[in-house]
């Protein structure tokens, strides 16, 4: 049964600090890797999706990384400001039945 | 942008009702999903459907149905609502196997 663990729970770390998010999962058979992010009491916001026979995705500040064999992707965001604050949550789709398995996430605050 | 609209932001129901959560989607997306997310158990999959009229069960289906009468709109129905199903509840939709997009999601006490 494919877990998706995130470490840290929570992290605090001052404005302008490059930082790592840590995800990883048990089952290396998925389709695909997806990181999302969480405003308190809002939906999820699709950041990158990482394919399986791809080892990384870019956008802007971020930067996923994705290591099948490992079971292991991380997320670097550079130079991190407040308006980074919010819960990150990774997610695996499961070989070709498009559900997604999804982490417990990493609460990030950013101080000012 | 797609956007994925979920009826209510915050809804108070009593044991016993039975209870519509709706959700619809601009983007003519075959797939749509609801979770339902908990403290400390992250998001977990209740239904999913792929088509029209096709559904298919998530993780934790007992106690929900589904009903998937046009392509845009997914509804949860909670046919006996218990307050073990206080929860946030989301609708996604997606093509296959790209992002899932989210709504705001539903805040859904039992009282």
């Known amino acids: 049964k494919q877990e998706v663990t995130q470490i840290p729970a929570a992290l605090s770390v001052p404005e302008g600090e490059n930082l790592v998010l840590n995800c990883s999962f048990t089952?290396?058979?998925?389709?695909?890797l997806q990181w999302f992010r969480q405003d308190p009491g809002k939906g999820l916001t699709s950041l990158l999706l990482?394919?399986?026979?791809?080892r990384e995705q870019t956008s802007g500040r971020l930067n996923a990384s994705l290591d099948k064999s490992s079971g292991r992707s991380t997320l670097y965001i550079a130079a991190s400001q407040p308006g980074d604050s919010a819960t990150y949550l990774c997610?695996?789709?499961?070989?070709?039945?498009?559900?997604?398995?999804f982490g417990t996430g990493t609460l990030l605050a950013v101080q000012p | 942008d797609v956007k994925v609209t979920q009826s209510s932001r915050y809804l108070v129901k009593r044991t016993g009702e039975k209870v519509f959560l709706e959700c619809v989607q601009d983007?003519?997306?075959?797939?749509m999903f609801w979770y339902r997310q908990d403290p400390g158990l992250g998001l977990r999959l209740i239904y999913f459907?792929?088509?029209?009229?096709?559904?298919e069960k998530g993780d934790i289906p007992e106690g929900y149905s589904v009903s998937r009468e046009k392509k845009e709109r997914f509804s949860l129905i909670l046919e006996s609502a218990s307050t073990n199903q206080t929860s946030m509840y989301l609708c996604?939709?997606?093509?296959?196997?790209?992002?899932?997009?989210f709504g705001d999601g539903t805040r859904l006490s039992i009282l």
């Open positions: 996604a939709s997606s093509w296959w196997a790209q992002p899932q997009h």
């Open positions: 089952d290396s058979a998925i389709y695909n």
């Open positions: 990482i394919q399986s026979s791809q």
């Open positions: 997610a695996v789709l499961r070989g070709a039945t498009n559900k997604l398995i």
């Open positions: 983007m003519d997306h075959e797939n």
């Open positions: 459907s792929y088509d029209v009229k096709m559904k």
